[in-house]
Every structure is written in C-alpha cells, then in structure tokens.
C-alpha cells in the first residue's frame, strides 16, 4: 500500500496533474483544428488512458487521510473513494468516443472533468508549505486564465474563426495563433475590433466571452493586488511595526543617534529572526509540540558549546526548555561586576569583552559557543568581572537552579566548568 504522505505519492500525483493539464490543452486543440487521431497524438492519448487507469487503480487502494487520521483499511479506504472522486474519476477514464462512435470525438472533452481534482491538489501543495501561499494561488489563477484563454481560441476556431482573414487560414499554427489573440483582447475587454464575429454562433461567444472576460479581468486584478499585498506578511507586518516605532520616535522627539539605534535593533531583529519572537511562537504550541521546536531551534547553540555534545536525551530536554534566548546590542552591559548572579550564559552569536568595573581592562574576549556568569553561581560570589557587548549578541541564559540540576547528572561537566572557573578567577585576581 502507498502511504498517502509518501514522496512516491507526491511525485505521482504531479505527474497525474501535468498529464490533465496537457489533456486540457491537447484535446480540445486536436478537435477544433481536426487534428485525426494518429501517431503522436494516438500515442500521448493511450497514455493518458493509461496513467488515468493507473491512478484509478491507486486511489482505490491508497490509505487516505480522513479528519487527521490515517486509514488503512481497504474497505474504508474503497467506500471513501466511491463517495468522492469516483464517479469523476470514472467519466475521465472511459474512452466515450470510442464506445459511442468516432462521429462523436467530443465526448473527449468528458476526460476534462478530471481538472476538478486540481483545487485539492493546491491545497496539498500549500499545506506541504514548500512556496508562499500566494506564489502559488498566482500561479495557479495563471494556469486558470491561461486555460480558460486556450479553450475560447479553441471553441473560435470551431465556430469558424470569423473575419479571420485568408492568410491565416495558411496553416494550423497561424489560425490558432490568429484565434487565442482575439481570444485574449477580447477576454481582456480591449477588443481591437480587427477579428470580428460573422455568423450568429460567433457572435454569442464573442457576447459570452465578453460578459465573462470583464467579470474575470477584474476579478483578476483584485485577487492578484490582494495576493501581492500578501506575499510577504512577515515582512509586512515587520514594515507596520517599524513604521509605528518611527513615528512614536518623531512624536517624542528622541535623540537622532537613538533613533538609529532602535532602528539598527530592529533591523537586527528582522535579520536575525525574521522579526518574530520566539518566545512568542513557542507559547502558542502544546507542550510536546513546544519541546520539538526547541530542541530544533536550540540545536545550533547546543551544537556549539562542547560540554552540552555528550548530553543524553534527557537531559538535552532540560536544558533546551530551560533555556531563554536575550539580546543585548553593541555596548551594552550584561552586567556590572559586583551585580548579585542568578543566571549564567551562552553566546549563540555575537562577540562580549570581560572588562574591569570602569570598562577600560579587557580580561578577555568571548564569541560563538562560549560560556560566562558561571563563577558567581558556583562560587555564590558577586560577579567578578563586568560583560560587555561588542556587537549584536545573542545570547541564552540558564537560571542557577537548572545548572544545579545539570551539574549533578553530569560529572565532567561539573569538572571541567569548575577547572574553568578557577582558571578565570586567578586570571581576574592576576590582572
Ligand atoms: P561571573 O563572576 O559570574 O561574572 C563575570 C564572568 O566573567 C565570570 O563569571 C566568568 O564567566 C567570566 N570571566 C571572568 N574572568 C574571565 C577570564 N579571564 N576569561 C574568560 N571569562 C572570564
């Protein structure tokens, strides 16, 4: 059986989508140019039969995803089918014409009904959540008009073409270059008036294409301006923000140089985390979803510091929930020697200075991965040493009680963090 979320699956179904939109385009082209059915067009017939009947097959015994739940068993998974997308299915698969007469090659245009499937589809595509939404509506409200433009140059030809003029009657490829032009003036309500209806066929489509085309023309333009505004919410929303932000700034009249700072922090933001806070997106989520999602995001900073390389599972769990992420901005300090400490840190990115109290002694020098504020904790000491940011750091910090916990399952860590903090301390007490 083919689980439903496979990427076998995924695959197969873009292939049953390309193999209905080339019959959209094929057939009706084929029946108004009166194009036989021979060679090429024979062969990619049989094998559209041949994929349709396929995927017949498949979708009586692929599981389907009903409600969020898996199912697997046969009978459901045939009754569920019969309820749907059978009897479209079946229409589409039916070889009508040939069952009723070749007289009747229309009844191809049945196989058309398969197109239906093509809503679902999208709504597969975006929840897989590979392009933005709107990308995708766009193109897909493209592939609509860009259609919908092809079966009236089709259904043109059919009637006649009208005025179309001798010489592009020359050959196939002219008429119907000739046609999907006055197709698409015509759709798009701009009408030259160069290709004209003759007969009273003619011009009823030509009405029923116009009444349609000035619906869908507008139609058009407001969803894609309402998609376009869409394309980047985040973005957006970040803009709006920054914009509010300015404009409180103007109306408080705060120092210029501030201003840029603010303005440099939320860029920063928008750079680092495309705006959002993390904080914020975790608070919505169930816890186990909540631990994933950390461990995920955290896995850069966990990957970075040595000492958290060996941790098990659990203890990996503890530290990541208990880790809460802070920035601090070029020359801002962390805190001040002599603060009381009930936290230590870790540097996710970013670049701070050991100093002295008054800022002019620089003990050291601390980027990616490192770790400070430990000495305080484990020596229940006021900081020795001031921290200082050198650029935007982003930094994790770990509350005493956790450390506590961490330094009891885990020995080494116990040793080397204390080895360290000796090391540091008498460097501190040397300078
Ligand atoms: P704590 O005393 O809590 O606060 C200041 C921190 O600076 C200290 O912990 C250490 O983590 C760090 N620190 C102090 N001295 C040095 C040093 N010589 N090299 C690196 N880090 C240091």
Redesign the pocket.
């Known amino acids: 059986m083919v689980n439903p979320e496979n990427r076998f699956k995924a695959l197969w179904d873009w292939i049953v989508l390309a193999v209905t939109a080339s019959a959209a385009v094929e057939i009706p082209l084929r029946l108004a140019l009166d194009i036989p059915l021979r060679g090429g067009f024979l062969f990619f017939d049989i094998f559209i039969s041949l994929v349709f009947a396929i995927d017949f097959v498949f979708n009586f015994t692929t599981p389907a995803i009903v409600n969020g739940t898996l199912i697997t068993d046969k009978k459901i998974i045939a009754r569920q089918y019969l309820r749907s997308w059978f009897i479209v299915d079946l229409i589409a698969l039916i070889p009508w014409d040939i069952i009723f007469g070749s007289g009747l090659g229309w009844l191809r245009l049945l196989r058309l009904v398969r197109l239906a499937h093509i809503a679902t589809f999208m709504r597969r595509v975006s929840k897989a959540n590979i392009i933005n939404g709107s990308v995708l509506r766009m193109i897909f409200l493209g592939f609509w008009v860009a259609l919908f433009a092809h079966w009236v140059a089709c259904a043109w030809i059919g009637l006649g073409a009208g005025n179309i003029g001798h010489e592009w009657h020359a050959s196939k490829a002219l008429l119907y270059l000739r046609s999907f032009y006055w197709a698409v003036t015509t759709m798009a309500t701009i009408g030259y008036g160069d290709v004209t209806p003759i007969t009273p066929a003619q011009t009823i489509l030509t009405i029923v294409v116009e009444v349609i085309g000035a619906g869908l023309y507008g139609y058009v333009i407001a969803i894609f301006s309402s998609l376009i505004s869409k394309l980047d919410v985040a973005k957006n929303q970040f803009s709006e923000q920054l914009e509010k932000v300015n404009t409180f700034m103007r109306f408080r009249k705060i120092p210029s140089d501030l201003q840029d700072k603010i303005r440099s922090y939320h860029e920063y933001l928008w750079e680092s985390r495309r705006g959002y806070d993390e904080a914020h997106v975790l608070s919505d989520l169930p816890d186990s979803l909540k631990l994933q999602v950390s461990l995920f995001l955290n896995r850069g900073i966990l990957d970075k510091v040595p000492i958290f390389k060996g941790a098990g599972d659990d203890l990996m769990q503890q530290i990541v929930l208990n880790l809460q992420p802070v920035i601090f901005t070029p020359g801002d300090f962390i805190f001040h020697e002599g603060d009381m ?1 009930t936290c230590m840190y870790f540097i996710s990115r970013g670049q701070v200075e ?1 100093v002295s109290k008054d800022g002019k002694t620089v ?2 020098t ?1 980027t990616d991965g490192n770790y ?6 484990l020596l229940s000491q006021p ?3 001031s ?1 200082r940011a050198l650029d935007y750091v982003d930094l994790y910090t770990l509350e005493r009680n956790t450390l506590e916990i961490i330094l009891e399952k885990f020995p080494k860590f116990q040793e080397h963090i204390h080895d360290l903090a000796q090391k ?1 301390q008498a ?2 007490k040397k300078a």
């Open positions: 400490g050991v003990f050291a601390l400070f504020g430990e000495i305080a904790l900081r020795n040493a921290i540091r460097e501190i």
